[in-house]
Structures are given as structure tokens and as C-alpha cells.
């Protein structure tokens, strides 16, 4: 083969390949190009692209599913980079992830969408979901107020125990510690029994993080926490250091799980799925994991047991996944109409009950059932940083929640954690000071 056929051929693979890997167009049809990141609910996802393509034939709906999560995060990002984003997209990370793509361009505001029609698309979701996805007037991240995501699905991040176990232990299933100290009592019996107590994936820190802002919330209350990420009360704070202290008090009751720091979630959800684990610290999602990994388990949802009886106690939840439309697609508006049908009741119904998770739409709340009922009455205490006002410094959250991990592991005592993490707020808070 000469040269020139050789590099006729390669040109005509290369066009067979690339037409064969892109997005499937058909002639007379607008294509709306969804990107996720969420393996499990993938088949669904094709599924309702069917039902909606059968609605309104002018349409074809490419769902492209690209695992995991920051494999995905990064096929974002290089293509807000490149200008080539879908017609509908994510955005998974901190809210100030969130306004960054906001202020470029890349996110349609969907506010007025929202209130059309008596604002009937936006009355349909939990205010707590909306939340997630709205910036309001005056927040710190310099964006416009209003609503800029459509939330898919709701969650909340509660502890779960084994009711079997639970017998094994002498406690009465029907009746989970409600206070700190009574956790802390369950910890010397599974101590004393040499089991495995509570199981989480604290090797990936934002679980860690959940689980200290919760007790923040409820030691010292919402106030004092946000004027802390503004640089007004100082880590040093002895509310703060309680708030630190926890662990130790954690790890000394036995309590934690062995190897604790160094658990990844699906490891930790396999432990407790297979009944090596008196608690779990998970989200909603788990159970549709639980039911796959093991039908049969027995369990129950509780929150976190209060330390304080000053504030309420606080979960992480609000919304689960979202979708945000392309504020520079083609076929924006055509994106809009998919996603409100999307999240419309009979379509919603079928993905909670086809993916075992929480339902953004609140008409079908009549068909949550079991264990998912549980993770629901949770929203009535659920918060999200999302939601607030001003989010932390990364470079501190990650301070603070290596920090923990130190102390549970009895390299650091929470004193010496509060300090180190203050040092880094005060180098940040300087940093912002400069000209």
C-alpha cells in the first residue's frame, strides 16, 4: 500500500471511529446531549429517554454516562475549558465550583422557568432540594440571584444500625441511642464483644466533614458556624474544640471501626451490608446498595445521636443529584422541557421506585417505602453547605478533617487540631487582605 492510500484509509477510520464514538443524531430531529455521572441509574435514564422520545418524536435524548464521579468532573471541566459542553450537564464539588461556572457562562438561570404558571415547576420540589441549586440576594460568590439546577433526586446522610446485632448486644432494636453519651455506652459493649462498631468512608474526607459539621451545628448552632467561615470566631473556640473532642471520645469508646480513617464507603458499605458492623454513616443511596448486596439485612435509620441539647441536631441532605442546562446549547430550550418533564411526578415516581432513591418531587411522597422513609423524615434536620451563605476555605476543611483523622488515631489531641487549623484560616483570611 502506498503512501497515499495508507493515508486515505486512516482518514476514513478515523471519520468511521469518531462518527461511531459521538452522540447519535438523527436527520429531522433536535438532539438533547445529557452527560451524568450515576452508573446505577443509568438504565432508567435510557429508559425515560425512550418514554419522552415516544411523547415528541422531534426529539432524541442522549444520555452519556461517565464514571466515576471524577472522571466526569473532569471531562467537565475540559470541556467548559474547550466551550463544548452538553445541552445538559452536572456539576459535582463545592458550591463555589458551582458559582465559578455560573459567572462564565456555562449555566442557564432557570428562574424564570421556575415561576412560569404560578411558579408550578418550582412549588413541585422540597424548598430544602431547591436550595442546593439557588443562589440568593446578597450571597458571597458574586452571582445573581436565582435558580440554576434542577435536583433530580433528594438525599440525607444519617447513621444506620443492625437491629440483629443490636440482640447480639443486649439493646433493644426499637430503641437506638438519642444522646452522645448513650452512643458512647453502646461503644464499650461492642468493645467488650470485640466486634466492629460504626463503619463509614472517613478515607474519603468529605464524609468526615459531614459528620463534624453535623455536631457543630448542634453544639454551637448555625450562627456561630457561619460567622466561623467568616473569619469572626476562631477555631480555637471551646465550642469548637468540643466539637473536636468528639473524636476522641469516639475512638476511646470503641466505637469506631478498626482502620476507620483509611475506609473507602464502598468498603464500609460492604462491611456493614454483610453484618460485620453494629452502624453504619451513609446516605439514602445505600439502600438500593444494601438491597443489591444483601436483600435480607435488617436494619433501621436513626439520626445522629445529639451531644447538645442547646441546638438542634443536623444532617447533611437536600438535594441528591442535579442537572443543570447549558446556558450557551443550542437547544437550551428544549433542554428546559425535557428537564421539567424529567422531574414531573410520573417520572420522578419511577425513578425512586426503580433506583430505591428520594424523589425531588414532593407529589409522590405517598410512595416512598421502608428504610427510605426513614432517610426522609430526616429533612425536617437537614442543612447543606451548598445552602449557606459563605462556604470555608478548602485549604481549611481539609485541615480540620485530617486533623480528625489524627486524633483518631491518637497522633493529635483535638487542642493542638484546633490551633493548626486556625493558623490556616488566619493565613487564608491575610491572603484575601492583600492588594
Not at 58 to 71: G, M, R, T
Request: proline letters at 6%.
Amino acid at each position: 500500500m502506498n503512501r497515499t492510500c495508507t493515508i486515505i484509509f486512516l482518514s476514513l477510520f478515523t471519520a468511521l471511529f469518531a462518527s461511531g464514538c459521538s452522540p447519535k443524531k438523527e436527520p429531522g430531529k433536535v438532539t438533547i446531549t445529557v452527560w451524568h455521572w450515576m452508573t446505577d441509574r443509568d438504565p432508567v435514564f435510557q429508559e425515560l429517554a425512550r418514554r419522552y422520545e415516544a411523547i415528541d418524536p422531534s426529539i432524541k435524548v442522549n444520555f452519556e454516562l461517565y464514571a466515576p464521579s471524577d472522571i466526569y468532573s473532569q471531562k467537565v471541566r475540559a470541556a467548559a475549558q474547550g466551550a463544548n459542553l452538553p445541552d445538559i450537564f452536572g456539576i459535582l464539588g463545592e458550591k463555589r465550583d458551582f458559582a465559578s461556572f455560573v459567572k462564565a457562562g456555562y449555566v442557564l438561570d432557570l428562574t424564570p422557568y421556575m415561576e412560569a404558571d404560578n411558579a408550578s415547576w418550582r412549588s413541585a420540589f422540597f424548598p430544602k432540594a431547591l436550595a442546593v441549586n439557588e443562589f440568593t440576594l446578597g450571597n458571597s460568590y458574586g452571582v445573581a440571584p436565582g435558580i440554576y439546577g434542577v435536583p433530580i433526586d433528594i438525599t440525607t446522610i444519617q447513621i444506620i444500625y443492625n437491629k440483629d446485632l443490636f440482640k447480639q448486644l443486649g439493646l433493644d432494636p426499637q430503641r437506638p441511642p438519642h444522646t452522645f453519651t448513650g452512643l458512647l455506652d453502646i461503644g464499650k459493649k461492642i468493645a467488650a464483644m470485640n466486634m466492629q462498631g460504626l463503619v463509614s468512608g472517613w478515607g474519603e474526607t468529605w464524609m468526615v466533614d459531614c459528620f463534624f459539621t453535623n455536631y457543630a451545628f448542634n453544639i454551637m448552632g448555625k450562627d456561630k458556624v457561619i460567622a466561623t467561615f467568616k473569619g469572626e470566631v476562631p477555631y480555637t473556640d471551646p465550642d469548637w474544640i468540643r466539637v473536636f473532642a468528639l473524636f476522641k471520645e469516639l475512638q476511646d469508646s470503641g466505637i469506631l471501626a478498626r482502620g476507620l480513617v483509611t475506609m473507602i464507603n464502598k468498603t464500609a458499605e460492604q462491611l456493614f451490608a454483610n453484618g460485620k458492623a453494629v452502624f453504619a454513616f451513609n446516605g439514602s443511596w445505600c439502600v438500593n446498595v444494601y438491597r443489591g448486596m444483601n436483600p435480607g439485612l435488617n436494619y433501621e435509620v436513626m439520626l445522629p445521636p445529639k451531644a447538645s441539647d442547646k441546638y438542634p441536631m443536623a444532617i447533611w441532605g437536600g438535594a441528591g443529584s442535579s442537572f443543570m442546562v447549558n446556558a450557551a446549547a443550542k437547544n437550551k430550550m428544549e433542554a428546559v422541557k425535557f428537564l421539567e418533564w424529567l422531574t414531573d411526578r410520573d417520572q420522578q415516581a419511577y425513578l425512586a421506585e426503580a433506583t430505591n432513591n428520594l424523589p425531588a418531587n414532593k407529589d409522590c411522597l405517598g410512595q416512598i417505602p421502608g428504610q427510605l422513609a426513614q432517610f426522609f423524615k430526616g429533612m425536617e434536620n437537614a442543612t447543606h453547605p451548598n445552602a449557606w451563605e459563605v462556604s470555608e476555605f478548602s485549604t481549611v476543611i481539609d485541615a480540620r478533617d485530617k486533623g480528625i483523622q489524627a486524633i483518631i488515631i491518637g497522633e493529635k489531641t483535638p487542642e493542638q487540631v484546633a490551633r493548626e487549623v486556625q493558623k490556616i484560616k488566619e493565613r487564608e483570611l491575610a491572603k484575601r487582605k492583600l492588594p
